[in-house]
């Protein structure tokens, strides 16, 4: 009884989705004909193909990967919607399963409904002047008439027996249709990989930098504060009138060295992150830009620190090309979680035609984002605008 409730269950909530689907090939159409409604409409159609992804999983028990989310400007999800064969599988799906989904959807409901039906009409047809119609427009007006809802609620018994095994059929052909190809799968591999590899060479990268930071900078000016207090020893000594200016310079250093190594140490992991948290650190940067800029944040709380100090760094190295080379006279930084991801948007309305093999720190923004499975995209046009946008999955 307890796999028939739950192809009852799988199957009737498909015939939902179905009635969805009708509607979404629906505006699927209009957004043909009129293009520009395409971007708009395939991340609507992308959340409906993830809740059918999730219904097969509870059902299943097998979880199935989900393909990114149709984010970011309108530009960059029209070129995701054509170039993605997601986005083509959404759409096979959407029209597959309008039809299958409400055929099977419509027998789950209906079946057992007739069979409900057949008790009620032969135990109370007589309480209803002239008889009451049972299923398949059978009119219940005697008792012979009422004997036949025996047989039939015997034939609709074994089909209602046969739903765990229809769900089964329907579950099995759409893991076909929305499990991504074996090819996506070793693609996804190879990423995975490669983003490791990645990371290890940022790390490496990064502690370089790091030594690097401290022997050329912190060092060399620990090295001069010692050298002048043994100045100032040896001018305390021989001549105290001139040792306070040598204590001064040497205090100075200090004060040098000092804020080097905190500079360092903001490079590792910004204080201002665990002070502040993501939206306030990112929002001083915002303050201390030289182009004006506006953020905007949208249900952040406190992510993982990994993810945001990616996401900090992201920013900063955005908003520092953005002052350097882009020439814009604003700039806008948007942060938002959705769907258990991060969305970073950067975007000014600069000259563009930013180059990735100038040096310009968007490789290091990959290495970093990829590291943490996420994603880093830029779309810079000569005449601009320039956006960076990056995706980072939050594990909430």
């Not at 990994?306 to 760094?313: I, R």
Request: charged share 20%.
């Amino acid at each position: 009884m307890k796999r028939i409730w739950a192809a009852l269950v799988y199957l009737a909530s498909g015939l939902l989705t179905a009635i969805a689907s009708w509607l979404a090939i629906g505006v699927l159409l209009l957004s043909v004909v009129v293009l520009p409604l395409l971007p708009i409409t395939a991340p609507w159609i992308r959340r409906i193909v993830d809740f059918d992804r999730r219904r097969l999983a509870r059902f299943t028990g097998v979880e199935m990967q989900s393909p990114p989310p149709l984010d970011g400007p309108w530009l960059h999800r029209a070129q995701r919607v054509l170039a993605e064969p997601d986005s083509r599988r959404d759409g096979i799906w959407l029209i597959s399963h309008a039809l299958f989904g409400t055929l099977f959807g419509a027998v789950a409901i209906g079946i057992p409904g007739a069979l409900v039906q057949q008790p009620v009409a032969l135990l109370f047809w007589w309480t209803v002047p002239g008889g009451m119609e049972s299923s398949f427009g059978v009119h219940v007006d005697s008792w012979g008439m009422a004997l036949l809802s025996v047989p039939i609620a015997i034939v609709l018994a074994l089909i209602v027996a046969q739903l765990p095994r229809l769900a089964l059929l329907d579950a099995r052909w759409a893991g076909k249709l929305l499990a991504p190809p074996k090819a996506s799968l070793e693609k996804r591999l190879a990423e995975v990989v490669a983003t490791r590899a990645a990371a290890l060479q940022a790390h490496g990268a990064e502690l370089r930098r790091i030594e690097r930071n401290l022997h050329d900078g912190t060092q060399n000016k620990l090295v001069g504060v010692v050298m002048m207090l043994g100045i100032a020893e040896r001018t305390l000594k021989q001549n105290p009138d001139n040792a306070a200016q040598a204590l001064l310079r040497a205090q100075d250093a200090a004060g040098d060295a000092l804020e080097e190594l905190r500079n360092v140490v903001r490079s590792i992991h910004p204080p201002v992150l665990e002070d502040l948290g993501l939206d306030g650190a990112i929002q001083a940067l915002a303050a201390r830009c030289p182009v004006p800029c506006v953020l905007t944040a949208e249900h952040l709380g406190r992510l993982p620190a990994a993810v945001e100090a990616a996401a900090y760094f992201a920013v900063a190295e955005a908003l520092t090309n953005v002052a350097k080379h882009s020439g814009a006279r604003h700039a806008w930084v948007s942060l938002g979680v959705k769907d258990d991801q991060l969305t970073v948007l950067v975007h000014d309305d600069g000259k563009g035609g930013a180059d990735e093999k100038q040096g310009t720190g968007l490789d290091g923004i990959r290495g970093r984002v990829g590291a943490l499975d996420g994603s880093a995209d830029v779309s810079s046009p000569e005449g601009g605008p320039t956006v960076l946008t990056v995706v980072l999955p939050v594990g909430r």
